[in-house]
């Protein structure tokens, strides 16, 4: 089984800068589609970016512009670049994905989630 690993959660200052990875437990590990959703308190997940296979991106109306999504599937890893970050950004982060891996396929994984946290 492959599962998937968020890091570079945090606490920043408004307008600062975060990236967030996803992992791939498993090496040779290789994302298709690929996504990230967010989850503040109160409120229902909701999707932030997703990449398809095609490396075609979309983005939530209120994060276009500011996040940008990606993937390396050398390292097995995927990633949130956040800029100009507001205190609305505030959620714990979920990181989504299809993999293909050695021939087999692990569909709609979910890491554990990463927090961030925009303040002063």
């Known amino acids: 089984q492959v599962q998937l690993v968020e890091s570079g959660g945090g606490l920043v200052q408004p307008g600062g800068s975060l990236r967030l990875s996803c992992t791939a437990s498993?090496?040779?590990?290789?994302?298709?589609?690929m996504a990230w959703y967010r989850q503040a308190p109160g409120k229902e997940r909701e999707l932030v970016a997703i990449?398809?296979?095609?490396?075609?991106?979309n983005y939530g109306d209120s994060v276009r512009g500011r996040f940008t999504i990606s993937r390396d599937n050398a390292k097995s890893t995927g990633y949130l670049q956040m800029n100009s970050l507001k205190p609305e950004d505030t959620a714990v982060y979920y990181c989504?994905?299809?993999?293909?891996?050695?021939?087999?396929?692990?569909?709609?994984?979910w890491g554990q989630g990463t927090l961030v946290t925009v303040s002063l």
């Open positions: 498993r090496s040779f590990s290789r994302f298709n589609r």
């Open positions: 990449i398809a296979s095609t490396n075609s991106t």
């Open positions: 989504n994905a299809d993999v293909y891996r050695l021939g087999s396929r692990y569909f709609d994984l």
